[in-house]
């Protein structure tokens, strides 16, 4: 069955340090990656997307992701870490089980990050 | 355009009790769905809707109902609540296509059955 694993529940980074969140996926064939972001008290809002092509994607607020076959992976960057990033990140899988063009999306169990000033 | 919208925001419920979310989206997407939050857990898909009078059980169905008469609103209804279903409640929308993937969320609704 399909999955994705984040490694790290919370993680803390001062601002203007750099920033990596791991995601790994379990999925039979290519997968279309997401990560979306989920400030406090609000909805989840998607950062970047990955369908196929260009294996390095950018996203919204200056994050970008890279995608690694061999290594299953489709881990979260930033090279400056401000305190507005401070949120829970979601990494997730679209599952094109259910056939058609039906996708749903299934997500990891999130990233809290907090920065320090 | 107010996107994707939930009503009511807060609700405390007694075991027993019903109730129905109500989501409405704007932005004339075809797909609709409801998740809930649970800490640790990230986001469970419970119902979703791939177009005006369609419905289908996603993950974590049990204890739920839902219905679009409507192409732009998906209706989420606890039968008889249970503390089990104390949660944060998700809808979001998204076009068809490609583009099923890239979901509109709502701002949540916390639901306390005690």
């Known amino acids: 069955a399909q999955s994705v694993t984040q490694p790290d529940i919370h993680i803390t980074v001062s601002e203007g340090a750099s920033l990596e969140l791991r995601c790994n996926y379990s999925?039979?064939?290519?997968?279309?990656l997401f990560w979306y972001v989920q400030s406090p008290g609000q909805g989840l809002q998607l950062l970047l997307k990955?369908?196929?092509?260009?294996?390095l994607v950018q996203g919204i607020k200056g994050f970008e992701a890279e995608f690694k076959r061999s290594q299953s992976s489709f881990n979260l960057r930033k090279p400056s870490v401000h305190w507005s990033d401070a949120a829970e990140y979601f990494c997730?899988?679209?599952?094109?089980?259910?056939?058609?063009?039906?996708?749903?999306?299934?997500f990891g169990k999130g990233t809290k990050l907090s920065v320090k000033p | 355009n107010a996107g994707v919208t939930q009503t009511p925001k807060f609700r405390v419920l007694k075991t027993g009790q019903s109730m129905t979310l109500l989501c409405a989206q704007d932005?004339?997407?075809?797909?609709m769905y409801w998740y809930r939050q649970d800490p640790g857990m990230g986001l469970r898909l419970i119902h979703y809707?791939?177009?005006?009078?369609?419905?289908a059980k996603g993950e974590v169905p049990d204890g739920y109902n839902v219905s679009r008469l409507k192409k732009q609103n998906f209706l989420l209804g606890l039968e008889s609540a249970a503390p089990s279903q104390t949660s944060v409640y998700f809808c979001?929308?998204?076009?068809?296509?490609?583009?099923?993937?890239?979901?509109?969320f709502g701002p949540g609704t916390r639901l306390t059955v005690t």
């Open positions: 979001a929308s998204s076009y068809g296509g490609t583009q099923t993937y890239e979901q509109y």
């Open positions: 999925y039979g064939a290519t997968p279309y």
């Open positions: 990955y369908f196929s092509g260009d294996t």
């Open positions: 997730a899988v679209g599952d094109r089980n259910y056939g058609g063009s039906q996708g749903n999306l299934i």
């Open positions: 932005m004339n997407h075809e797909y």
């Open positions: 809707s791939v177009g005006e009078g369609t419905t």
